[in-house]
């Protein structure tokens, strides 16, 4: 079993950058990978960003790619979103998920959430 908190939410200006973090409970956590969604009012949850075990394979949406930026340290049971060049659109909750099956960007591939952290980007 793995528990997840997101923390690290705020309100920015466009353009500005905010890091997300994700402290995980449970000795496996640095086995599982690790993943980033997000959900706008109105919208379905969308995925944003997964990485391997390692953190060595990463995975990116079109809409955050070369702006934000995926990473952990398993030692410290922790995943981080590094959110540059921030967006209006990218104003969300943020979810992050770990131990995904084969598609990793379907939420329904993923077993353990945490209870999300809120994005505001204003123009």
């Known amino acids: 079993q793995v528990q997840l908190v997101e923390s690290g939410g705020g309100l920015v200006q466009a353009g500005g950058s905010l890091r997300l973090s994700c402290a995980a409970s449970?000795?496996?956590?640095?086995?599982?990978?690790m993943g980033w969604f997000r959900q706008a009012p109105g919208k379905e949850r969308e995925f944003v960003a997964a990485?391997?075990?390692?953190?060595?394979?990463?995975y990116y949406s079109g809409a955050v790619k070369g702006r934000f930026t995926i990473s952990r340290d398993n030692a410290k049971n922790t995943g981080y979103l590094q959110m540059n060049s921030l967006k209006p659109e990218d104003t969300a909750v943020y979810y992050c998920?770990?131990?995904?099956?084969?598609?990793?960007?379907?939420?329904?591939?993923?077993?353990?959430w945490g209870q999300g952290t809120q994005v505001t980007v204003s123009s």
């Open positions: 998920a770990a131990l995904s099956g084969g598609n990793y960007a379907s939420p329904s591939e993923w077993r353990y």
């Open positions: 449970g000795r496996s956590f640095s086995t599982y990978t």
């Open positions: 990485n391997s075990w390692s953190g060595v394979i990463t």
